[in-house]
């Protein structure tokens, strides 16, 4: 049986707790209990994702651009690139396009854990290094 994974909707969570707080006490304490609560595999995983990194490594690529990043999220969304750039104007931040773009769209397939986000970086790393 493979080692159960926590919820990415809960490093989400925590990260935009963490974003909530001027404090840096507070920061520290949030997150802080948010990584005691995780199951050891995903401790690594959550820290490399907390410090701004897809990936461990340090020649780990994921070889996806601007380019590649819009077109997905555009396919996702069923926008435009009209509804793209305008959203882009307002956000400034891909996470806040893609947030803005994707909402009230239905959900589909199981939540996501730390572990399946993990596995989708390695997977387009692995993808970007074989072309």
Do not use: C, I
């Amino acid at each position: 049986m493979a080692p159960r994974s926590s919820p990415f909707a809960d490093f989400a969570a925590a990260a935009d707790d963490v974003a909530a707080t001027r404090s840096k006490l507070a920061k520290r304490d949030r997150l802080a209990a948010y990584l005691r609560g995780l199951p050891a595999n995903d401790l690594p995983l959550a820290a490399t994702f907390l410090s701004g990194k897809p990936l461990p490594g340090a020649a780990d690529r994921l070889g996806l651009g601007w380019v590649q990043q819009a077109a997905a999220l555009v396919a996702a969304s069923g926008a435009d690139e009209a509804a793209m750039s305008a959203a882009w104007l307002r956000h400034s931040d891909f996470g806040d396009v893609a947030a803005e773009l994707l909402a009230g769209r239905p959900l589909s397939g199981s939540p996501l854990t730390v572990a399946d986000v993990a596995g989708a970086y390695r997977a387009m790393a692995e993808a970007a290094n074989a072309e």
